[in-house]
Each structure stands twice: as structure tokens, then as C-alpha cells.
């Protein structure tokens, strides 16, 4: 499955943006898909991930009550629902794919990679 991120953009802090993964070739509803994000100069962190139907979802505590996942399989999408942004969201957004039905955090697991998309959020 090839991902592609998009939606990312500047932001005030306190602000919402969407952000998107859809699938150019082959489909999501066969994959958990997790979103994770890269700060300059910090490792790649977990943010958010939900099962192939939608279920079962985990997130990082940093966004708990801030972000929400979602998916719609019919339109080959999962989404992220980012409310009340800070400065410290600032980051690359990647969404991967994982074949095995569980929302895991561990972005070892994950197997396929999209682009990243920027959110930048000023203060």
C-alpha cells in the first residue's frame, strides 16, 4: 500500500487542522493505520492510531482530549482531527500502515510509510 499525508499547514496556537491518509494504491480498511510526527532535531513520536474497522483507537497521552482518529474506508482515508494546537505539535505528520490488527504505538511495527505533511503552529 503506497500512503500519502496531506492537510498539514500554519496555524495559531489554539487552532484546528485536518489531516488526511489516503491510500494511492491498494486500500486502508486491510491495515491499522497510525499516525506519527517528527520535531527538528527529536525523534519520530506516536501520536495516534485506529484498528482496520474503526474500533479500537489509541493516542498518545500528549494528545488525548486534543486529536481525534477517525477512519471512512469507503473513501480510502483515515483521518486526524487536530483541535487546540500548541507550539509543541509543531512537527512532520507521517501516517503508516501495519498489517496486524492491533493500534500499537511501537513504530517498529508499522510497515508501510507515507510522506510527511508539515503543521506548523505559531504562538
Known amino acids: 500500500v503506497q500512503l500519502q499525508a496531506s492537510g498539514g499547514g500554519l496555524v495559531q496556537a489554539g487552532g484546528s487542522l485536518r489531516l488526511s491518509c489516503t491510500a494511492s494504491?491498494?486500500?486502508?480498511?486491510?491495515?491499522?493505520i497510525g499516525w506519527f510526527r517528527q520535531a527538528p532535531g527529536k525523534e519520530r513520536e506516536f501520536v495516534a492510531a485506529?484498528?482496520?474497522?474503526?474500533?479500537?483507537?489509541n493516542y498518545a497521552d500528549s494528545v488525548k482530549g486534543r486529536f481525534t482518529i477517525s477512519r471512512d474506508n469507503a473513501k480510502n482515508t483515515v483521518y486526524v482531527q487536530m483541535n487546540s494546537l500548541r507550539s509543541e505539535d509543531t512537527a512532520d505528520y507521517y501516517c503508516?500502515?501495519?498489517?496486524?490488527?492491533?493500534?500499537?504505538?511501537?513504530?517498529?511495527?508499522?510497515?508501510?510509510w507515507g510522506q510527511g505533511t508539515l503543521v506548523t503552529v505559531s504562538s
Open positions: 485506529i484498528s482496520w474497522g474503526g474500533t479500537n483507537t
Open positions: 494504491r491498494g486500500t486502508v480498511s486491510n491495515y491499522v
Open positions: 503508516a500502515a501495519r498489517s496486524l490488527n492491533t493500534p500499537t504505538a511501537n513504530r517498529a511495527f508499522y510497515e508501510y
